[in-house]
């Protein structure tokens, strides 16, 4: 549902980290009872991590509603500000997903000369890993559960069949392996954690910056804790009140357009910019899926372990919606387009990971099924209900014919074990602190329909909403404009003039 992360170069390694060791995660499910701790010791972190940043964890409940009972731990990092004396307070920053890690997005943007100096100077940036993921008591599940693959855009009663048993076994395979967790990673449970960790951080008001999923957990946070805050940006914005039908429509439209602007940029760049430059980039889109579907393309570069070796149709059609995400890797799209028409599908098929047994790093994977399932509604119940979204999506979006990630969730949703607990409705925001939205008009993930729908929920006395005229998901690290713009709100609480467009 428009969720994936904000990738730029600086941050590919995001979905991909794993050349560190994984760190060892704590067990859920063990009865202790919750801790009087008030406050976060701060020590050295694992060496997956920069070496200018600390590491701590804290516990929290399982279950906000039943906080005497079992607990879990919360993983987070910190890069202190260098310019104490002049120091604003915490800046939490959550990259999206749901499942992205923010402790290796911190550590990401750590080395100088990626954030502005100023930010650098005078926040403690905080990366708090949301419960399931990452640092955090994770989500696990087995590995071969995930890894089968099935279809789902079924087309024949067994198909659809085959798709709710995989995600029931994948679903109790995650309950045995997480416990009760799985039934409490739902994002009204994440909120509460953010707000236990400002309150054992001493209490500051607290500055957020919400990437794409991340504009949903803070947005979420600004409803039930408006008076706590002292600034907040919600960049790439999800809107978490629409129908299924809508989402379908909204999120598989942006990114059918993103494609389209794509293949325009890609015809009309130079030879070095672009390797597919004056050519026909939709028909060698199309020639590819033509190949896909009569049959898989070989992946010779993957081995089932980390990424599959062969790319199906429906791969192509649910990946490169991830690949639109930042402006910066469309070149390799493109020849990841020319290598897969030529018969090696490994560029497409290393953008579609497996689970590989990497608690940290599956994580991101894992509890992103299993949050989404808690959050958005699935009704579907037959193979009919899934052929009426299939439908909507081939004539909406004929190019990628629905495929996204609206549509993933709500069929790989279908028969999950979890409730769903965080139902979609309109947020209700009451704080004098003006929210800052950002938007990007061409966003293959999180649709301007989107930034605008929340927008009108927040209302015009609580929010301005940002725009910049551009491609690519969210805006704040592509160091421009909007980022500029983004930064004296943060450092001064100066906030743009309501219908600002900008260009970069």
Known sequence: MGRFLSLTSALLALATLSAAAPVPAPR?????????????????????????????????????????????????VRLEARDKSNRIGNLFINPGGPGGQATSIVSELSPAGIL????????????????????????????????????????????????????????????????????????????????????????EKINLLGLSYGTQLFSQYAELFPDNIRSIVLDGNLQHSQGESSNLLIESTTYERTLKQFFSWCTNATKEECPLSGQDVQAKYLSVLAKATASPIPAPGCDNKTCRTDVTEE???????????????????????????????????????????????????????????????????SLADVLEKATLGANFSPLTRGACQSYKIQTSCIGWPAPLSNPPKPIKYTGKT??????????????????????????????????????????????GETTAAINAYLLNLTLPEPGTVLNS
């Open 28 to 76: 859920t499910g063990s009865v202790k009872r919750a801790t009087s701790k008030d406050s976060i010791s701060w020590g050295p972190c694992s060496d997956q991590f920069s070496s200018n940043l600390t590491c701590a964890t804290y516990t929290v409940p399982l279950d906000w509603s039943n906080p005497e009972n079992e607990t879990i731990e919360l993983g987070l």
């Open 315 to 381: 791969d192509v059609r649910f990946t490169l919606q991830g690949t639109l995400i930042s402006t910066s890797s469309w070149p390799t799209l493109a020849q990841s387009l020319i290598e897969a028409d030529a018969g090696n599908a490994t560029l497409i098929s290393q953008q579609n990971p497996l689970v590989t047994g990497d608690a940290y790093q599956d994580s991101y994977l894992l509890a992103g099924t299993a949050i989404a399932c808690q959050d958005w509604t699935h009704a579907s119940t």
């Open 434 to 479: 003006t929210i800052l939205q950002a938007q990007s008009t061409i966003d293959p993930s999180t649709s301007y329909a989107w930034g605008l729908g929340l927008h009108a929920e927040l209302g015009d006395d609580k929010s301005v909403l940002l725009v910049r005229n551009g491609s690519g998901h969210t805006s704040y690290l592509r160091d």
């Open 116 to 203: 502005d100096p100023q930010i650098l100077d005078r926040f403690d940036i905080i990366g708090l890993d949301p419960r399931g993921v990452g640092l955090s008591t994770p989500v696990q599940c087995d590995p071969a559960a995930y890894n089968k693959r099935v279809t789902w855009f079924p087309k024949t009663q067994d198909q659809y069949n085959e798709m709710v048993a995989y995600n029931k076994a994948l679903g109790e395979s995650c309950r045995a392996k997480t416990g009760r967790l799985i039934d409490f990673v739902d994002t009204i449970s994440a909120v509460k954690d953010h707000e236990a960790v400002r309150k054992a951080l001493g209490g």
